[in-house]
């Protein structure tokens, strides 16, 4: 497998790129042309969008958007062909972000991470999150939701945003030192 810039691909990869998108994160990308306008929006100078490809074709794929005047960066998309996923890709996609982050000047890295499936994934879902969200942080579970795959490459809840995607819908804050 290489990671290489999203400048690098072909047209074919790019739709494979989208596709991607749109196979995992139907909420935001529904359609394919709308996973390819939101590609072709963050292929800008400013912004790093990295690929993983095996045998020429797109497997993977995440960006890193700068903030701050460049302290801080956010990530956004990750995505890992569904086929694909637990096998170290997506790892690899963040760790190479965060590298290039890194090279930047980036002191900080950050993802929100929706917990807005059905009746929720993570110990926020359906619960009063003013109550005590420190102690709700403390002792939180993600149960099957990505947070705990940030969680593992060392991320930490930097923030929550309740009922951000409805009532019971929280929008998950993680972040990560990059020095």
Do not use: C
């Given at each position: 497998?290489?990671?290489?810039?999203?400048?690098?691909?072909?047209?074919?990869?790019?739709?494979?790129?989208?596709?991607?998108?749109?196979?995992?994160?139907?909420?935001?990308?529904?359609?394919?042309?709308?996973?390819?306008?939101?590609i072709?929006?963050?292929?800008?100078?400013?912004?790093?969008?990295?690929?993983?490809?095996?045998?020429?074709?797109?497997?993977?794929?995440?960006?890193?958007?700068?903030?701050?005047?460049?302290?801080?960066?956010?990530?956004?998309?990750?995505?890992?062909?569904?086929?694909?996923?637990?096998?170290?890709?997506?790892?690899?996609?963040?760790?190479?972000?965060?590298?290039?982050?890194?090279?930047?000047?980036?002191?900080?890295?950050?993802?929100?991470?929706?917990?807005?499936?059905?009746?929720?994934?993570?110990s926020?879902?359906?619960?009063?999150?003013?109550?005590?969200?420190?102690?709700k942080?403390?002792?939180?579970?993600?149960?099957?939701?990505?947070?705990?795959?940030?969680?593992?490459l060392?991320?930490?809840?930097i923030g929550?945003?309740?009922?951000?995607?409805?009532?019971?819908?929280?929008?998950?804050?993680?972040?990560?030192?990059?020095?």
């Amino acid at each position: 497998m290489q990671i290489i810039n999203m400048n690098n691909l072909n047209k074919t990869q790019i739709i494979q790129a989208a596709q991607i998108l749109t196979d995992s994160i139907p909420i935001g990308w529904p359609i394919l042309k709308h996973a390819l306008d939101e590609i072709h929006e963050l292929l800008t100078p400013k912004n790093t969008l990295l690929a993983a490809i095996e045998d020429d074709i797109v497997v993977g794929g995440g960006g890193i958007l700068p903030a701050y005047n460049g302290n801080v960066f956010e990530l956004h998309p990750l995505a890992v062909r569904s086929d694909k996923r637990r096998q170290g890709i997506g790892r690899a996609i963040v760790t190479a972000l965060e590298d290039e982050a890194r090279k930047q000047g980036g002191l900080t890295i950050h993802v929100g991470a929706d917990d807005e499936r059905g009746n929720g994934e993570t110990s926020f879902a359906n619960v009063d999150l003013y109550d005590d969200l420190p102690g709700k942080i403390i002792s939180f579970s993600p149960g099957t939701h990505q947070s705990g795959f940030y969680l593992k490459l060392g991320y930490k809840i930097i923030g929550v945003m309740p009922d951000a995607n409805g009532i019971g819908k929280p929008d998950i804050f993680l972040g990560k030192r990059l020095w």
